[in-house]
């Protein structure tokens, strides 16, 4: 199994500009979300699905937008990239609905905005 | 807002030791979890433990919880090189997310 693959591992954007990050997961799990990391910031959550259909925001949902029409993929959209959004991104996958089990995590996408 | 809390920042021990690191929250919590991350990779689960355990072990590692005090410890024994990485707790309070704190920084030297 390939586990939780994100798309693209690196990316240079400039201010403005948009793009989509993507995230799929091959294990059939219900439970997906995404992260953003900065230094000295830890993990915060910017988005999440409890299952397709059903998406929630998180910590730091402004200038990101998500949708959830499959069980297997979850992408991230930057509608309007700004430099405060350079930040390593990061999706990952749990079994149920609910985050009370182990997250499997993707490798990351670092994302810098000019 | 940050949920946990994991002290210290960093923790620079020699092959063979023990390293220690503790993780404090704030409010109640279904379950606390800890997570390893090697530089330039994702995070990798280590152990869960849910708030009516106390302890917890996988390996070489041990968890604490104590609910009373809210938080947990982490402890690795007989330390490796290839320990060196960042750790981090995560809470689970109930409400479909999970919490990370800021992360623990380990350097194990040979």
């Known amino acids: 199994n390939a586990g939780v693959t994100q798309t693209p591992k690196f990316q240079v954007l400039k201010t403005g500009q948009s793009m989509t990050l993507q995230c799929a997961q091959d294990m059939n799990h219900e439970y997906m979300s995404w992260y953003r990391q900065d230094p000295g910031m830890g993990l915060r959550l910017i988005h999440y699905?409890?299952?397709?259909?059903?998406?929630d925001q998180g910590e730091v949902p402004n200038g990101y937008n998500v949708s959830r029409s499959t069980t297997e993929d979850f992408p991230l959209r930057l509608l309007s990239a700004a430099p405060s959004q350079t930040s390593v991104y990061f999706c990952?996958?749990?079994?149920?609905?609910?985050?009370?089990?182990?997250?499997?995590f993707g490798d990351g996408t670092r994302l810098s905005i000019l | 807002s940050q949920q946990g809390e994991e002290d210290p920042q960093a923790l620079s021990i020699q092959e063979g030791e023990n390293a220690t690191m503790n993780c404090s929250y704030k409010t109640s919590i279904n379950n606390l979890q800890w997570y390893r991350q090697n530089s330039g990779r994702g995070l990798v689960h280590l152990i869960l433990?849910?708030?009516?355990?106390r302890e917890k072990h996988s390996g070489r590692l041990r968890v604490t919880l104590d609910t009373s005090k809210k938080s947990s410890s982490l402890l690795i024994t007989a330390s490796r090189a290839a320990d060196t990485a960042s750790y981090f707790c995560?809470?689970?309070?109930?409400?479909?997310?999970?919490?990370f704190g800021k992360g623990t920084m380990l350097l194990v030297s040979p």
């Open positions: 699905s409890v299952g397709a259909g059903i998406t």
């Open positions: 995560a809470t689970d309070e109930g409400y479909s997310t999970l919490t």
């Open positions: 433990i849910r708030s009516n355990e």
């Open positions: 990952a996958s749990s079994p149920t609905g609910a985050p009370n089990q182990p997250q499997h």
